[in-house]
């Protein structure tokens, strides 16, 4: 028991970190993906790491009119989107799962946002409270349907722990697909473009902009806070591509200790974020941005989506 | 011995409460001192409450010594596990506000009778007492009719404001139309029981016929439904808890709603027997409309007291969710499962009543700095307020249920016993309680937008008034009394594996089994097997802070390379008219939700010579309660109507009123000769 634990705890520390080391690279691929649909070279995929570096030798301007909630609010973000990685399997199954379950993932990440909008608010300026009022829009809709979505899945496996739900998925195969896991699917990922203010629900490269969401949110921030900031939504981007991939097609996710399987893991998870932010730039290089008020029917869509997911897991 | 000494205990109790109040009803002339005496003694009280009711919680129930005969039967006060749980809940906040009030009461020094607040929180606390002790249905229902009454005063305290009595006389009605109802459903069941006696009652549960105990429920639920808070009857709960003074507010939204809670658990599981599926989930949609409904109503207030008082209502529904679930799988014979979804009610319960508290006292602050509950009138106050701005802050990330805080475990709990619907046989409820899972979602996401909303408005930007711009931060005991609070919402969260079991005791009484060894293992919570989930509330708080800290050291910026400059404004130089208030920031969630609004919005111009150029824009905005255009208007104009027709033989002869008794008690005759 004791022996699990320790190794569960290494390692739900390594694939943190490996997750956190990776998300800027994954970022970077979205990017030149998106540059060759648009015909240019575009940046070296690398290109945020060297952002980030950048941005931690630079000097930080705080807002005159911003109250503790602006200061404490990146470490939150950097510090919950950590917490709930050590909860995810990534490419073995251990993980830190018995401290929490998907719903404490789902509520760590409502942490962050809860701390960023507040963020938003705090210095004053249209743009912050616009970001803050979309997003809040936006959230409401976004986090039950994923709640949903993995609640799916949970019932399916009987199991809300994230790691037994990839184990169970892996180890029995094909006999567990239903109907209801391509429906959360869908539901699961349609709320990831949401979450992560991706086309066609903001545009990621927008700044100072009228439709700006995540953008407008963040707006003040500079420096070496920003970077926190930034390194909390790369990660998160990291970590909802992780759980769709683990959660919903879990195959190939190392399910013991041994070298052949663990390589195997590391092969299977990264083919599959991959895969994730190959479909993002397509999307995004292919779609235009939503109208705001257009954006309540994809959300209920995919809401409609998850519910019927659950529902049609008891009728079928 | 022991035993003895605690039955002192609860005698003192009751004395020390009335004493406290017989001497402030005398005395209240004296104004500010004897307010401070009476605070004084509530708290005395209220720690020996939380001593006696940790005792009844741990070992076994205790009567009162003394019993009054009475031609109802005879009368005593009596705790068991249930009654000490609610009990320990009213203590713990009547503890805080009785501190906050020490220093709240100069708000009304030389206004209002402070002596007399004093009285009459003595005299509530004293009836929420008997309320949960009652061992007999005359008894209880005469101490709920106090309860309401002493409420209904102190909603009344700040009379010659504008909008209080009609708040007031609206509550007064709403609660005597639920205590009719109530005293219906204990009559049926007197009738047929034979006994007012709850012990004969609970005794006789199950001989009941089956219409008989449906009748009962159905009275029963509507009655404690209304003091609830539960929509369509809710109407009063955003009207009253705000107009009361803000320690009375903490108290009626913290405890006084889950008196209703109290007696729905005692008489549904216990007096009314075997429970049909029908009811739970008459009760869990019942719960899923009034958590939707009353957190969209919550995102549209701009009173900072309304907007937590339609939390309350939000609240109780998440509740009346948990007590349905529990009702569900107790008629199917689950009663593991249905103890599970009683757990996480109560704690949820005794969250709620903590983070509530602490709100309601936290805008009582909020107020007595600025003057206004208009929330669009303040903003800023996090720099002149930053202690209170913290501890409504704590209050609000439980609230938003945000791990590990106490409002996440419970809601956790609660997810987690309604994902446990695959062991309910029949199909149709499972899909009922597949649709609750995603209202329960909705509602927490929707939740979180409201706290962000309140703070965001309350306490961040610019100040957008005068007043706001020169608030100060509140005397001590106020901050005091909150503190206790904001660290309560820490622990319960943090400190949760250790007390559920304790709680499990209480839903052992109830339902006569034992989860606590199945859910609780070490520092970690599941439902019922270890297998389908397991969250260590204490860890995560572990794994936060270490996060936290960490972030900090490799992250924050080094000395010198900071600097403090203005908000980027393109330009123009900012002001409190470029920020965003509360109305702008809910409204798109409220276009979203339009059906359920139904806003209706008006926007007129004023333009110059030139079209092109505006002068002023006026926006108005207006939201009906749905209910109460639909429902309430129409019955209150029949009976207006009916009572202009009546006035035909109001002559104000005192012989034709006595004439029209005279009647009245021939026909009673003859009916029931």
């Known amino acids: 028991m004791v022996h699990d634990m320790i190794i569960s705890s290494v390692f739900a520390v390594v694939q943190a970190l490996a997750m956190l080391a990776l998300s800027p690279l994954m970022i970077g691929v979205i990017r030149k993906i998106k540059a060759w649909f648009q015909g240019r070279k575009g940046a070296s995929i690398v290109q945020p790491y060297y952002d980030m570096a950048k941005l931690f030798r630079k000097e930080t301007v705080v807002s005159d009119q911003a109250s503790w909630v602006f200061r404490v609010t990146p470490y939150v973000a950097i510090a919950s989107v950590m917490v709930a990685a050590l909860l995810v399997p990534f490419f073995t199954i251990y993980s830190l799962g018995f401290v929490g379950d998907l719903i404490v993932v789902i509520y760590l990440m409502t942490m962050f946002k809860f701390f960023m909008v507040l963020a938003g608010l705090d210095t004053g300026s249209a743009f912050g409270g616009m970001g803050s009022s979309r997003e809040l829009m936006v959230s409401s809709i976004v986090e039950p349907t994923m709640l949903l979505a993995i609640f799916t899945m949970a019932l399916i496996t009987g199991t809300t722990n994230l790691s037994s739900i990839s184990e169970t998925l892996a180890i029995s195969g094909i006999d567990l697909v239903r109907p209801a896991l391509f429906l959360a699917t869908a539901a699961f990922f349609i709320s990831l473009l949401a979450e992560n203010a991706r086309v066609p629900f903001d545009n990621p490269s927008t700044h100072l902009e009228l439709t700006m969401i995540h953008e407008a949110m963040v707006l003040e921030y500079s420096g070496r806070n920003l970077a926190l900031m930034e390194a909390a939504s790369w990660m998160k981007l990291m970590l909802y591509s992780v759980i769709l991939s683990n959660v919903f097609f879990p195959w190939g996710i190392a399910t013991d200790l041994t070298v052949l399987g663990m390589i195997g893991g590391i092969a299977a998870i990264l083919v599959k974020v991959l895969f994730v932010a190959i479909a993002i730039a397509i999307i995004e290089s292919g779609m235009a941005k939503m109208r705001l008020f257009r954006l309540p029917n994809l959300l209920t869509l995919s809401f409609t989506l998850a519910l019927l997911a659950v529902t049609s897991y008891y009728i079928l | ?673």
């Open chain 2, 1 to 673: 011995m022991i035993q003895t000494n605690f039955d002192v205990l609860f005698q003192s109790l009751i004395c020390i409460l009335f004493s406290g109040a017989l001497v402030a009803v005398l005395l209240h002339k004296l104004g500010r001192p004897i307010a401070w005496i009476s605070f004084a003694i509530a708290f005395i009280g209220s720690l020996l409450g939380i001593l006696l009711s940790i005792d009844v919680i741990l070992n076994d129930p205790i009567t009162l010594g003394w019993s009054l005969g009475t031609f109802f039967g005879e009368w005593t006060l009596y705790l068991d596990q249930l009654s000490a749980f609610f009990l320990f809940m009213v203590c713990l906040v009547m503890a805080s506000v009785s501190v906050y009030s020490f220093g709240y009461v100069g708000e009304y020094e030389g206004k209002y009778d402070t002596g007399l607040m004093g009285a009459l929180l003595n005299l509530f606390f004293l009836s929420l007492v008997l309320v949960v002790s009652s061992n007999n249905a005359i008894l209880f229902l005469i101490s709920w009719e106090s309860m309401s009454l002493v409420s209904f005063l102190l909603v009344m305290y700040e009379g010659r404001k504008e909008g209080v009595t009609n708040a007031g006389y609206l509550y007064l009605t709403m609660t005597h139309i639920g205590t009719a109802v109530m005293t219906a459903a204990f009559l049926l069941m007197a009738y047929y029981v034979g006994s007012y006696s709850f012990d004969d009652i609970s005794a006789a549960s199950g001989s009941l016929p089956s219409s008989v105990s449906s009748a009962a429920f159905l009275f029963l639920f509507i009655g404690l439904g209304t003091k609830a808070g539960m929509v369509p009857l809710h109407v009063w709960l955003p009207a009253a808890h705000p107009a009361a003074p803000s320690n009375i507010s903490a108290l009626m939204s913290g405890v006084m709603v889950k008196m209703a809670l109290f007696m729905m658990v005692r008489s549904f599981f216990e007096f009314l027997g075997p429970v049909p599926s029908w009811w739970g989930l008459l009760v869990l949609l019942m719960g899923c409309i009034s958590a939707l409904l009353g957190v969209l109503y919550a995102l549209k207030e701009t009173d900072i007291k309304s907007t937590l008082a339609y939390s309350t209502v939000e609240n109780m529904g998440i509740m009346f969710i948990g007590l349905g679930t529990a009702m569900v799988f107790q008629s199917y014979g689950l009663t593991s499962l249905s103890a599970l979804a009683l757990l996480a009610t109560l704690f949820h319960a005794l969250n709620h009543a903590i983070f509530k508290s602490l709100l309601f006292l936290g805008a009582g602050s909020v107020v007595h700095a600025t003057h206004t509950r208009n929330m669009e009138s303040m903003g800023g106050l996090a720099k002149p307020m930053p202690r209170t701005s913290v501890l409504m802050f704590v209050g609000l990330l439980s609230m938003a249920a945000i791990p590990p805080l106490g409002g996440f475990v419970s809601e956790w709990l609660l997810f987690q016993s309604l994902l446990q619907t695959t062991a309910v046989p029949d199909i149709l409820v499972k899909m009922l309680m597949s649709v609750s899972i995603a209202i329960l979602a909705l509602t927490g996401a929707l939740a979180v937008a409201m706290a962000v909303r309140l703070f965001g408005t309350t306490f961040l930007a610019r100040p957008r008034t005068e007043q706001a711009k020169n608030a100060v931060e509140s005397p001590k005991t106020m901050l005091w009394g909150m503190s206790f609070l904001a660290a309560l919402c820490i622990l319960l969260g943090v400190l949760s594996s250790w007390i559920i079991p304790y709680i499990d005791n209480v839903t052992e009484s109830v339902l006569g089994v034992s989860i606590g060894s199945s859910v609780v293992d070490g520092l970690s919570i599941s439902p019922e097997s270890n297998d389908f989930a397991t969250m260590a509330p204490l860890l995560i708080a572990l794994l936060a802070l270490i996060g936290i800290v960490m972030a900090w050291v490799l992250g924050h910026p080094k000395s010198g390379t900071e600097r403090t400059s203005g908000t980027w404004d393109c330009g123009t130089p900012l002001s409190s008219r470029n920020e965003y208030t509360g109305t702008a920031l809910s409204n798109p969630i409220v276009r979203v939700f339009g059906n359920i609004y139904r806003p209706q919005s008006e926007i007129r111009t004023e333009s110059t010579s030139s079209p092109y150029i505006r002068k002023r824009l006026f926006y108005e905005v207006h939201f009906g309660d749905v209910f109460e255009r639909r429902i309430y208007h129409p019955i209150t104009i029949l009976f207006t109507g009916i009572a202009k027709r009546m006035t035909v033989i109001q002559a104000g002869s005192i012989q034709a009123y006595l004439g029209y008794i005279f009647m009245m008690l021939v026909l009673l005759l003859v009916v029931f000769r």
